[in-house]
């Protein structure tokens, strides 16, 4: 009898039964359509790791809503169900139910690739910056796209799911354009109050019922809030008039809010585990069918204390199923420290994004399943041991010990600071990333108790050093420093930083080993005119400025971008970011490249019109671009290049000290160098081809 013996209780939903209360809730992974094999095994690896109900990710279920360049899923007819079989096929092998998310996108999408017009409840401007207008459905647009959610209903059985989706979240479904009183301006029976804007869902969740009756359940995935306040849908109101007038429609609930932004916020923005659950527990006041819900779950106790408490059915995850696909099996198994929790960086959305496959910060075989077939969970041991010394306890060396010795390797991991975690430790220090410190604990935590690894706080190897000892394979993952001197994409011969007065600092000067240090930096900084020069744009420049405003210091953030931290985008932060930024009173000078720094005034030019503005700074904070910390590397290759002077058998580097990059690229190469491991017997350089995904020509 165990506490969490609740969480693996069965409960039904409409003619099916889930084998847990674990559902892996729709989520995207840059896989989809376009990569059917990869997109199977990243379901099946849930499914494996004991999620009781696996979703697709959002399926198009008609030309008139398709959402290329993305690639999602696609079930447009019968030439589709393939791909899908294959899904189910892989969920089901595991026992496990396979869920599908049917999705008309309305002016969501631009239809790029179909070239019809997007369809929308009224005639506007579709959601991206494309010249792409939709136009407002008639009454023979809504009959057709019942039947287009009949259709793709019929063929989801056909394939072999469980569950169907009828969808309307994250602002991207036309179902949810419908509900929206802001949007929706119809004079007919479909729009004005609340009764008609549900009816057209009514219709659907009735339609695809019929569809699939006795064979599957029907789920309904609503944003209960889109927290704008009253001009959007809100809990207190319209979002339970909505869930009132469905209440015993859908066979399953499944809650969260929108937009896509709030649901999947990062930690940086929603710390707290369960964020969601203020705008969404109400929802099982209103119904008696079964409701799941999501927050960034990853605490066995916050779980059975949110089913227990009567707050939710289901446990619904998709980062935390993504960070650890076997977090079910680790509860049932007892084997709690071993889960890899989510750490809410969304570098997995930003896969789907940037249109490549996903990618996660904590777990590096997420998107490898098939075709590197890296397994989270299962490593071929080696029958011929050997011993590696890991140089650099950063993200990269912890992962690459980590899984050297799950491969039954022997490992000496040397560190010179005093704690391990490199970056993740370091950067957990900053405003809002918290978080990034479990890249750390988890591989930490592990280690610690591995019978294979000795690791070694401070203790900075020299090349001298690491020659006399007895170990011939040397893995370098000393880390990057961040450029002094300006260098980057703006200003490739740097910087002249060669004038006294002005105070020139790098991040790396606010982020010291030790705790004091960056205190007194920024004691000394309180007061003074801060200019932080964000030349790389991810998360850095933002954070930097935050940490300064919030010492006292007066901040001028200038980029050459026209947004603050514009690759941010990507991981859905850059308008959370930008808005605090405001908020916290930092002057923002966008589109604003450091044309000269003299004695005390900075000039910034205009990238368009080249025109200056000159402003007083008393330091500059220059985010520009980072270089490796290969020095070591280098003296080390010198020598093993020195004929007869040593006999390394391999010599590596890896991580931010190979080419410097996010954390998760980190955390990837350590873990891609323990597998492509070998013990020096061959000397191919770049052994980890993987599967492609070819088109076939029939
Ligand atoms: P990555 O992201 O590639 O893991 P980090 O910068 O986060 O890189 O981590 C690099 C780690 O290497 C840091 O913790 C740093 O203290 C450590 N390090 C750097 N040089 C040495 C050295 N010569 N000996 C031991 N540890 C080192
Ligand atoms: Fe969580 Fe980051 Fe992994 Fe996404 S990439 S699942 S947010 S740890």
């Known amino acids: ?114 070239r019809l017009a997007p369809l929308s409840v009224r005639n506007t401007p579709v959601d991206s910056i494309d010249p792409v207008n939709a136009r407002a459905m008639t009454r023979r647009d809504i009959n057709d796209l019942r039947k287009w959610h009949v259709n793709a209903a019929k063929l989801a059985v056909d394939a072999g799911y469980d569950v169907v989706y009828v969808y309307a979240a994250h602002n991207m479904s036309v179902l949810m354009h419908f509900l929206q009183a802001r949007v929706n301006n119809r004079q007919d029976e479909y729009g004005g109050s609340v009764a008609n804007r549900v009816r057209l869902i009514r219709e659907i969740i009735e339609d695809v019922g019929d569809a699939v009756r006795g064979k599957a359940a029907v789920a309904f ?37 929108s937009d896509w932004s709030n649901d999947s916020a990062t930690a940086r923005f929603q710390p707290e585990e369960g964020y969601q659950l203020p705008h969404t527990e109400f929802v099982k006041s209103l119904t008696s069918k079964p409701v799941v819900g999501v927050g960034r779950f990853t605490s066995p106790d916050k779980m059975v204390s949110l089913i227990k408490g009567g707050k939710l059915d289901f446990i619904g995850a998709a980062r935390p199923s993504i960070a650890d696909p076997f977090l079910p099996n680790k509860i049932k198994s007892g084997e709690l420290e071993k889960i890899r929790e989510c750490i809410g960086c969304n570098i997995c959305v930003s896969s789907d994004n940037v249109i490549a496959p996903i990618r996660c910060t904590q777990n590096p075989t997420s998107g490898e399943e098939w075709r590197k077939k890296w397994h989270p969970e299962k490593h071929t041991t080696t029958n011929q041991p050997e011993h590696i010394l890991v140089i650099g306890a950063g993200p990269a060396g912890l992962e690459c010990a980590l899984q050297l010795t799950n491969q039954g390797h022997h490992v000496t991991l040397a560190e010179k600071a ?4 490199g970056r993740a430790l ?41 020659l006399s000892f007895d170990i011939n394979h040397i893995c370098v993952a000393t880390g990057s420093s961040w450029c ?16 006294s007065k002005t105070t020139w600092l790098t991040p790396d000067d606010l982020l010291s080993d030790n705790k004091l240090s960056d205190e007194v930096a920024l004691n000394q900084l309180q007061g003074k005119h801060v200019m932080v020069y964000d030349d790389d744009h991810y998360y850095m420049g933002g954070v930097i400025a935050e940490l300064l405003i919030n010492h006292g210091c007066r901040v001028i ?28 009173g930092i002057n923002i000078q966008t589109s604003r490249t450091v044309a000269d720094i003299n004695e005390g005034a900075v000039e910034l030019s205009c990238v368009y019109s080249g025109k200056s503005i000159h402003t007083q700074i008393d330091a500059v904070c220059l985010i520009t671009s980072r270089q490796p910390n290969d020095s070591l590397y280098q003296a080390l290759l010198k020598k093993q290049q020195e004929a007869g002077v040593i006999e390394l058998k391999t ?44 088109v076939s020509i029939t």
């Not at 005093?418 to 975690?421: M, W």
């Not at 770049?686 to 995904?693: C, P």
Request: charged letters at 20%; aromatic letters at 6%; a negative charge.
């Open 418 to 421: 005093t704690e391990a975690g």
């Open 651 to 694: 010599l590596k580097c890896i991580g931010d000290c190979h080419a410097p990059s996010t954390i998760a690229a980190a955390v990837y190469q350590g873990h891609r160098y323990a597998r492509n491991f070998d013990g020096g017997r061959t000397t191919e350089q770049y052994l980890d081809s993987f599967e492609r995904e070819i």
């Open 1 to 114: 009898m165990s506490h969490y013996d609740i969480l693996f209780e069965p409960l039904q939903i409409g003619p099916v039964t889930a084998p847990n209360r674990f559902i892996q809730v729709p989520h995207c992974n840059g896989l989809g359509h376009m990569r059917p094999r990869s997109e199977a095994a990243n379901r099946a690896i849930k499914a494996e790791g004991g999620w009781g109900i696996v979703c697709t990710q959002e399926v198009e279920i008609h030309p008139t809503a398709e959402i290329s360049p993305y690639f999602e899923g696609r079930l447009w007819d019968e030439r589709d169900l393939p791909v899908h079989r294959l899904i189910t096929e892989s969920i089901h092998k595991h026992g496990s139910l396979a869920a599908i998310e049917l999705v008309h996108m309305g002016h969501h999408s631009a239809n790029n690739f179909s």
């Open 484 to 499: 002094r001197d300006g260098f980057g994409r703006q200003h490739p011969r740097g910087i002249n930083t060669a004038n």
């Open 426 to 466: 370091t950067e957990s220090r900053l405003p809002g990333l918290s978080s990034y410190k479990r890249v750390a604990d988890y591989r930490m935590g592990l280690l610690k108790t591995s019978p294979l690894v000795n690791v070694h706080l401070q203790s900075e190897l020299s090349a001298t050093d690491i």
């Open 221 to 257: 995935r609503l944003a209960v809030d889109e927290l704008i306040g009253p001009s959007g849908i809100e809990a207190t109101n319209d979002g339970a008039e909505i869930v009132s007038e469905l209440a015993e429609l859908p066979d399953l609930w499944d809650v969260n809010v």
């Open 557 to 584: 953030l200038a980029t050459p971008e026209p947004l603050v931290s514009a690759w941010t985008v990507n991981t859905l932060e850059q308008h959370k970011i930008q808005s605090k930024l405001v908020s916290l």
